[in-house]
């Protein structure tokens, strides 16, 4: 069976799809009810704070963990019985590790369009599934005549991982979760371009505008131009079709992460990247941007 059959065969799951519509809300229900303490809960799980996604980064340490245990249990089935402790330990950093990777992909998850939704549930459940295969197997080891039912349980959670990690690979190579969408092969514009009368961008109003290849987000806020890469960095919304907020900000209307005019900083999540500003200014009663000079 080929990449695109597995993928075309989750996708197909309709009760993925009804579960997916379910979750979704009440976790993001759950968030919102907190008011700000539940927003900079979610900020913190997004990665908004490190500037990057932070679930990928945690994946890390249950793989990484249940690699080398099941690198020891191998030693362990060929006679070597000192290593016994080591893939002990192994399975226990995984589990704590499996924990952290799954609140905060489980925050990432809320901010997905419903093309990515089933993928990324199928990726979940079977990352639950194996850290109950591990938390079987951490239990069954203190046993010696049920040591090897645990090695084995083992190895069926992390061959189940491993599928998991495969659904997360597509979701980031080929879906573009948790990558920048505001990168681009297009070039920005080193030297100011005309790309609006300035008499049309009332104020407290938003436009998408052309720079060149690149789509600029122009706003008017407070007597003032501000210019902004229009693509969302999360999962490329548009935000001119978004909500001009005050304080200088934008809010994508997507998944409702919400960016700085001023600079391009990201406020609140999903976005973990700051969006790509222009430098504005009006001459000849046009609006005119370029790229900042580094």
């Known amino acids: 069976m080929g990449?695109?059959?597995?993928?075309?065969?989750?996708?197909?799951?309709?009760?993925?799809?009804?579960?997916?519509?379910?979750?979704?809300p009440a976790v993001l229900n759950a968030f919102e009810a907190r008011g700000e303490a539940g927003q900079q809960v979610k900020d913190l799980l997004h990665g908004t704070w490190l500037g990057h996604p932070l679930h990928p980064a945690l994946t890390d340490v249950p793989i990484g963990s249940w690699t080398t245990a099941a690198v020891l249990d191998t030693m362990e089935l060929m006679g070597k019985k000192k290593y016994a402790p080591g893939a002990d330990a192994a399975v226990a950093v995984g589990l704590v590790g499996a924990v952290g990777a799954a609140v905060t992909g489980l925050a990432d998850w809320t901010g997905t369009t419903k093309e990515r939704q089933k993928l990324g549930l199928m990726h979940g459940m079977l990352n639950a599934g194996a850290t109950a295969l591990y938390?079987?197997?951490l239990l069954l080891r203190r046993r010696k005549k049920t040591r090897g039912t645990a090695i084995g349980l083992s190895m069926l959670?992390?061959?189940?991982?491993?599928?998991?990690?495969?659904?997360?690979?597509h979701l980031v190579f080929g879906k573009q979760v948790g990558v920048d969408h505001t990168a681009t092969a297009a070039e920005y514009p080193e030297n100011f371009v005309s790309v609006?009368?300035?008499?049309?961008?009332?104020?407290?109003?938003?436009?998408?505008?052309?720079a060149g290849e690149v789509p600029v987000l122009l706003a008017r806020k407070n007597g003032e131009i501000f210019a902004l890469a229009h693509t969302c960095s999360h999962l490329g919304?548009?935000?001119?079709?978004?909500d001009l907020l005050d304080g200088g900000r934008v809010r994508c209307p997507w998944h409702d992460s919400v960016f700085s005019l001023e600079d391009g900083s990201v406020v609140h999540g999903p976005a973990t990247e700051p969006q790509p500003r222009f430098e504005v200014r009006v001459r000849n009663g046009q609006i005119e941007v370029r790229a900042p000079n580094k």
């Open 237 to 242: 919304g548009p935000l001119s079709e978004g």
């Open 196 to 210: 609006l009368p300035e008499k049309e961008l009332a104020e407290n109003s938003m436009r998408c505008v052309k």
């Open 135 to 137: 938390v079987t197997s």
């Open 157 to 169: 959670g992390y061959g189940v991982v491993s599928v998991g990690a495969y659904l997360g690979g």
């Open 3 to 24: 990449q695109n059959t597995i993928i075309d065969a989750i996708e197909k799951q309709e009760w993925l799809k009804t579960a997916g519509d379910a979750v979704q």
